[in-house]
């Protein structure tokens, strides 16, 4: 979808509701309270978010980077996360750095370069996210830990470290917000889900080794609804779904190669703006959504090395244009996928 459309829809469903809105006029003797209430249900619809993509429908946009190490060049680009302020950062697990870039592709900045266990710098980083005050945390597998950071890649604090306490990891991979702004991070050692608060304290962990309900085997992909803060998880050629508090939900997927089905046991996951889910499938090379009770939805992509093509999908994530972003590890390059208008 196209800003002009999403901008239209969005037009006329404010009309409407002013239409709606201005129906009680005092010539009809309205009520204060019948005003009020009215008043109220438009600010709320005006504020609930609107599918992105509604069509469903993805076609390929543009190749951001090449396989390298110079600036806006990538090795082995894993996580991807898109800023408040609507910047890509991609997570380079071969260079052990992370580079930002427009959505677009235009590079503008580059954050660690050794793998050093320093403050700022990375070892193998793995998933980010980004909360609202424009500062993001990024899981490191080398140096088996999770840092904070400004917009700049300013360090701000080391917020978890090796261990097996509450609140460390052994194998931390993925990292995905909430909307109280506590952090949910997957341990792909320990078989473990566990939520931090934005300073490192240990708010609660669920999960445990296995292929019941609730249970992993090397989860790595976590995202979280920003409407209901339902997390999922994607493990054992599934995906979890989960309350806010670690409750199991559901689970749907399965091993194959249909719709709804997986090739691979985990890959990336991200969400968009209504709790629509995207999941990398790395054995059939593609992406697929569902919507947030885990209905497919659509596919797009298939192996190879052309525009839309992959040879090893890592992560993904959404903007608020609905365009999907796709990091193809083994060819050192981010895709862009383009909303199709309905």
Known sequence: MTKRTFRYRRRLTVNTLLLLLLSCTPVDNCRDSDSEIQSALLLALLLTP????????????????TSGSADGQ????????????????VTDAGTSRIQRCTLDGVFEARFGSTAVPTNGAFDTPSGLAFDQNGNFYVAEIGNTRVQSLDSSGNHIAILASNGGADGQFNLPWDVAILPNGNLAITDASDNDVQILGTNGSFVLKFGSSGSGDGQFNSPEGIAVNPLTGDIFVSSD????????????????????????????????????????????????RRVQKFDSSGNFLTRFGSSGTGNGQFLQPKYLTVDTNGNVYVSDQSRGIVQKFACNPG
């Open 50 to 65: 609107t599918d992105p993509c509604p069509s469903n429908s993805y076609s390929y946009s543009q190749n951001i980077g």
């Open 237 to 284: 050629l599934r995906i979890q779904k989960f309350d806010r508090q670690g409750n199991f939900q559901a689970s749907w997927g399965g091993s194959g190669a249909g719709d709804g089905q997986f090739t691979t046991g985990s890959g990336g996951v991200a969400t968009d703006a209504v709790g629509n889910i995207y999941a990398i499938d790395e054995g059939a």
């Open 74 to 89: 990538f090795q082995d680009p894993w996580g991807l996360a898109i800023s408040p302020d609507q910047k890509l950062y």
